[in-house]
């Protein structure tokens, strides 16, 4: 079974801080994506890669970056975090480009941001 | 951008009954598939559905899409307590070259014992 870990369950942050979320994916999957999770907007796409050194915006893209250095690992960066960052935040991955390809979910990071 | 919307928004269901999930979206799509998310958990595909098909079956997961209406629903046949879970339903957007998915809002199950 593909296994997709995310650092941290929980994390408390403080305004102003970077913070570094990070994925690492065992099953040599090449696209992988960065979610957030909030009540009433189910799931939203920050950003992907299909490839390392790739990246590609989402729909939210707005206060946050991507490193995929690795192809097993992709990290999530919020460069100042802010109050409206707090969130919970799903990483995801799937085999290659190929189309119907099922995402295999993290457990989450739920960021809170004080 | 949302595309799929998931109807109802929470469905609560007492143990064996079945319980059904419709997903509405808007554009043309490749495929559609359904995922899981237990409280506080990720998600979990269970089925994937292509746009030439019209039914699949996966256990007691049975899946319907109608292209022409351009929705999908989802029934799970005599559930159980541990099928409580929120339920989505995600379309396939091709973005370039490669394939994004967009999820609904999902449906909140709870089945009663």
Not at chain 1, 70 to 85: D, H, W
Not at chain 2, 44 to 51: A, D, E, G, P, Y
Request: with cysteine; proline share 3%; aromatic share 8%.
């Amino acid at each position: 079974d593909v296994k997709v870990t995310q650092s941290s369950r929980y994390l408390v942050k403080r305004t102003g801080e970077k913070v570094f979320l990070e994925c690492v994916q065992d099953m040599d999957h090449e696209n992988m994506f960065w979610y957030r999770q909030d009540p009433g907007l189910g799931l939203r796409l920050i950003y992907f890669s299909y490839d390392v050194k790739m990246k590609e915006k989402g729909d939210i893209p707005e206060g946050y970056s991507v490193s995929r250095e690795k192809k097993e690992r992709f990290s999530l960066i919020l460069e100042s975090a802010s109050t409206n960052q707090t969130s919970m935040y799903l990483c995801a991955s799937s085999l290659d480009r190929g189309v119907g390809q099922p995402q295999h979910f993290g457990d989450g990071t739920r960021l809170s941001i004080l | 951008s949302q595309q799929g919307e998931e109807d109802p928004q929470a469905l609560s269901i007492q143990e064996g009954e079945n319980a059904t999930m419709n997903c509405s979206y808007k554009t043309s799509i490749n495929n559609l598939q359904w995922y899981r998310q237990n409280s506080g958990r990720g998600l979990v595909h269970l089925i994937l559905i292509r746009s030439n098909e019209r039914e699949k079956h996966s256990g007691r997961l049975r899946v319907t899409l109608d292209t022409s209406k351009k929705s999908s629903s989802l029934l799970i046949t005599a559930s159980r307590a541990a099928d409580t879970a929120s339920y989505f339903c995600a379309t396939d957007v091709p973005e370039g070259g490669s394939e994004k998915l967009v999820f609904g809002k999902g449906t909140k199950l709870t089945v009663n014992p």
